[in-house]
Every structure is written in C-alpha cells, then in structure tokens.
T-cell receptor
C-alpha cells in the first residue's frame, strides 16, 4: 500500500499570505490528523478529521483550519501567515490506534 | 503543562550495545503509547506500541516496557545499530471511548549509535 502523501513538500510564503496544504491518507484510512513540528515546541496536535467531520481540535488560533473530503483526502489552511508559523506540518492517517505519518510540508514564512 | 516528557535530549551508545530511551507521563487517562523514529526532514516512522493493559511488547530488536504505577515507559533497542541513529519520540493517546486519535508527543531523544 502507498503511504501517506503530502503536497507540496516545501513552500515559501510571506507574512500575511495564506497557504493550503494537502494530504492523501493510506487507502482505507478514514481518520486524518494534522500536527505542527517546531524546534521549540516539538510535535503539536492541530486537528483530526473523520468522515469529513472535525472530531478533535488542538490549541491553535482560528487562522488554522482544515477540511476532509469524501475520499478521505484532507487539506489544512493557514490564513494571515505569521513568522512563527514556519514549521514542518505533518499529516497522519489511521485505521485504528496507530497513526502513520507522511513526509511533511516544510513551510517557511518570510 | 507537558503531559509526556522525555527528559534526556540525547543519548549516545556503542554499536551492538543496548539503547534505553525513557518516557514519563502525567495523564492517567492515557491508555495507548507509541514510539516513533524520525530522521531530519522526514515524517515520524511508527516503531512499536503498547496498550495500557500490557506491561511489555516486543518486536524484533525493539521492546517497550510500561510501568503504569510509575507512569513510565521505556524503549529498548538490542543490539543497537548505526542506522538506528535518529530522534525517537514517545507519544500517548488519551482514552475517550475509542474515537480519539489525538496523540500527545514528548520532545524527543536524539539517539546516536557509534560504530
């Protein structure tokens, strides 16, 4: 089976712009979670989607949003980008208790 | 409030010896624990997991031990190989009726295995 795929792998944006990241889960996985990894904070949970519904949400401002489509693919959007949003954004899919991660999207905000 | 703690930022061991990575947690509601390995610029790779109803799980060179009373788990790698050099993350899931896929991660331990 193909693993979790994320696009794009690298992205450079400037402050104030918005960005959309995409994630395709492992075939058959209906749960998709998003995490932000930064050197200072480690891996932090953003939100989780299951059957097109947001089921869990972490402690991030409303500028961070997401959605899931009927084929389980998911997107996350960050509006009004800030310098502190520079991070590795990871998507994970799961069928049961174990989450499998994609390679991530490295976002740099200038 | 860090609910999952990996107190050793780094660990260095010789090839062939045992690597022991430790993790402590504070949330009694955690019922499932996982270890991930991560190389730079890649996503975490799942290694091994353990349910709170067990105290040990083994998979090849990797064994995870869980001590619920101490709220402590450890990952043993025997024998260690240079390819094991990576950052290891401990993660935990809170029991909320089986529909919660939010993982809480520790900050990671950088393992270096020297040839």
């Amino acid at each position: 089976k193909a693993g979790v795929t994320q696009t794009p792998r690298y992205l450079i944006k400037t402050r104030g712009q918005q960005v959309t990241l995409s994630c395709s889960p492992i075939s058959g996985h209906r749960s998709v979670s998003w995490y932000q990894q930064t050197p200072g904070q480690g891996l932090q949970f953003l939100f989780e989607y299951f059957s097109e519904t947001q089921r869990n949400k972490g402690n991030f401002p409303g500028r961070f949003s997401g959605r899931q489509f009927s084929n389980s693919r998911s997107e996350m959007n960050v509006s009004t980008l800030e310098l502190g949003d520079s991070a590795l954004y990871l998507c994970a899919s799961s069928l049961a208790s174990t989450q499998y991660f994609g390679p991530g999207t490295r976002l740099t905000v200038l | 409030d860090q609910q999952v703690k990996q107190n050793s930022p780094s660990l260095s061991v010789q090839e062939g010896r045992i690597s022991i990575l430790n993790c402590d947690y504070t949330n009694s509601m955690f019922d499932y624990f996982l270890w991930y390995k991560k190389y730079p610029a890649e996503g975490p790779t799942f290694l091994i997991s353990i349910s709170s109803i067990k105290d040990k799980n083994e998979d090849g060179r990797f064994t995870v031990f869980l001590n619920k009373s101490a709220k402590h788990l450890s990952l043993h790698i025997v024998p260690s190989q240079p390819g094991d050099s990576a950052v290891y993350f401990c993660a935990a899931r809170e029991n909320s009726g089986g529909s919660n896929y939010k993982l809480t991660f520790g900050k990671g331990t950088l393992l270096t295995v020297n040839p």
